[in-house]
């Protein structure tokens, strides 16, 4: 997986009125954990554009002052409510030898033959959680679409790797292929007409045979007569 580096300065005093003044300041307070201790730096908020704002997945190494580099992964993120300025990052810290978590963007590959004939392209898991080495991290989980007719889909288990673990069920639906819901309207449609159809030709003509009246009783809906 790429990585992106963020250059840092690591905080000695972590208050409100220190981390407002980072902010203030253009910085964005943040932590790494999963170490022998947290660290506590700050960054340029610029520094976050291509990890944060982007669809796909990166892991970063934090580069301090002091010289030290540390690999990790964005755990979580924090937003102003209504500026959409970021406020806090906490990272956490990767090692060669431990496994990690993280969301993964799924890849689709070719076009589906399903939707040429008409039908649609539902999406419905773009990211799926995955767990490995860090070097086993994929940037993409790639879907292949090219045979997908229409009513065909794609399961977890159709794209897994050896290299790392999926952690959702073998049968969860990654991506499908489903008929036009104008093609299901009109083919619905078609069956009714072709009952109505039926019914005309089946009703008595005038001259024809009709029911008699008085006759023989009309059974209910328990299939009883009425009395």
Do not use: W
């Not at 690591?10 to 407002?20: D, F, H, I, P, Y």
């Not at 539902?122 to 799926?128: A, S, T």
């Amino acid at each position: 997986m790429k990585s992106i580096t963020i250059k840092g300065s690591q905080r000695e005093s972590v208050g409100k009125v220190a981390t407002k003044a980072l902010r203030n300041a253009g910085k964005v307070p943040c932590v790494l954990y999963g170490g022998d201790r947290p660290i506590h730096f700050s960054a340029d908020e610029l520094s976050f554009k291509n990890l944060v704002y982007t669809p796909n997945v990166y892991t970063a190494t934090i580069e301090l002052e002091s010289g030290e580099k540390l690999n990790a992964i964005l755990q979580d993120i924090q937003f102003h409510p209504v500026t959409d300025k970021i406020l806090h990052i906490d990272f956490y810290q990767l090692f060669d030898d431990k496994e990690v978590t993280m969301n993964i963007p799924v890849k689709l590959i070719g076009n589906a033959p399903g939707v040429m004939n008409g039908g649609v392209l539902r999406f419905p898991n773009r990211h799926l959680r995955v767990k490995a080495l860090p070097a086993d991290l994929p940037d993409f989980i790639n879907a292949k679409i090219s045979k997908l007719k229409i009513g065909d889909k794609i399961f977890v288990e159709d794209v897994k790797d050896d290299a790392y673990s999926i952690l959702h069920p073998d049968q969860m639906v990654v991506v499908q292929v489903r008929m036009a819901r104008a093609a299901i309207v009109d083919e619905v449609e078609e069956e009714e007409g072709e009952e109505g159809a039926e019914g005309e030709e089946g009703t008595p003509t005038e001259g024809g045979d009709k029911p008699t009246q008085g006759g023989d009783k009309a059974p209910t809906a328990e299939g009883n007569t009425k009395e």
